[in-house]
């Protein structure tokens, strides 16, 4: 079945350090991708998302490209800030309509 | 505007009671989704209403888990006899449908002792 896996963590990065965080997927078709953030003692949030290959999502310095030749979505930020310590999960969407397949999350920690 | 809310927000039961946790989606809001996230993990699929309709159950552990959503707006996720194996945060998420992405509840977190 489909799945999505994503590099362990915790990633402890000082401020303004460059971020990557790999996501692969498994998935029969052409899924939409996407990244949540969750931050402490808040809900799971839309970050950003991309429906097709070569589509790049983008929202508050934050990227990530749909790439289908390596079946990756990695999340990039230029800059890190301590306001963006928080979990991220990687997540596929095989259909319109389907739920979600996320992967196990990646806890990242920003030190001034 | 009103998020999706959820309640309650902490729930402890012990071993072999049953529970009940409710989702209020945003209104007009056609799908309804739940999830379970345990300690450490992702969210992982339970079930799925279309207004009324569950149109995909197959996520639920057992048969001591059930779901409703009988007027397509509120959605319910009972669970019976519960386990300490259900210990985690049950998720709640809507959307308007069409391809859209959802919003999450903050979720309800169950510990069972």
């Known amino acids: 079945g489909d799945s999505v896996t994503q590099m362990e963590g915790p990633v402890t990065l000082s401020e303004e350090a460059f971020l990557t965080i790999n996501c692969t997927y498994t998935a029969t078709g052409y899924p939409s991708l996407f990244w949540y953030v969750q931050y402490p003692g808040e809900g799971l949030q839309l970050l950003l998302k991309?429906?097709?290959?070569?589509d790049k999502g983008s929202n508050k310095g934050f990227e990530a490209t749909y790439r289908k030749e390596t079946t990756s979505f990695h999340l990039e930020k230029g800059s890190v800030q301590v306001s963006d310590s928080a979990v991220y999960f990687c997540a596929l969407r095989g259909g319109s309509q389907g739920n979600l397949i996320f992967g196990k999350g990646t806890k990242l920690s920003v030190k001034p | 505007g009103a998020g999706v809310s959820q309640s309650p927000r902490y729930k402890v039961a012990k071993r072999g009671q049953d529970v009940a946790l409710r989702c209020d989606p945003i209104s007009g809001h056609v799908s309804l989704f739940w999830y379970q996230q345990a300690l450490g993990q992702g969210p992982e699929f339970l079930t799925y209403f279309q207004n009324e309709a569950q149109l995909d159950k197959s996520g639920l552990p057992s048969d001591r888990f059930f779901a409703e959503r009988p007027e397509g707006s509120v959605s319910t996720l009972k669970i019976q006899r519960t386990q300490q194996e259900d210990s985690a945060v049950y998720l709640c998420a809507s959307t308007p449908g069409g391809g859209a992405s959802e919003y999450f509840g903050p979720g309800t977190r169950l510990l069972v002792l």
């Open positions: 991309a429906t097709k290959a070569d």
